[in-house]
C-alpha cells in the first residue's frame, strides 16, 4: 500500500511532518530522521545508529577540522 500525504515547506527550508507519517513511524519529538535522495525522489526513514555507525561521531568536524582536512 502506498499513501500519498502532501505538506508545505515554510520559510527556512521547514517543514511539519504530518501525524499520519509520525503516526506510521512512530516517530517522536526527539527522533532523529534520514532523507535518501534517489533521481527525483526523497525517502524519509527514522534514523538507527545501526544503519550509520559514524553518524553521531563528533570528535571531528568542527570548523577546524574542515579547514584543515579539506585538501584530502
Do not use: C, H
Request: charged share 30%; net charge positive.
Amino acid at each position: 500500500m502506498v499513501l500519498t500525504i502532501t505538506s508545505k515547506i515554510r520559510s527556512r527550508g521547514r517543514i511539519t511532518i504530518p501525524r499520519e507519517v509520525r503516526d506510521a513511524l512512530g516517530l517522536q519529538a526527539v527522533d532523529v530522521v534520514s532523507f535518501s535522495i534517489i533521481r527525483d525522489r526523497a525517502i524519509m526513514r527514522r534514523f538507527s545508529n545501526e544503519s550509520d555507525p559514524f553518524a553521531y561521531f563528533q570528535e571531528w568536524g568542527d570548523d577546524l577540522d574542515v579547514k584543515g582536512y579539506r585538501s584530502l
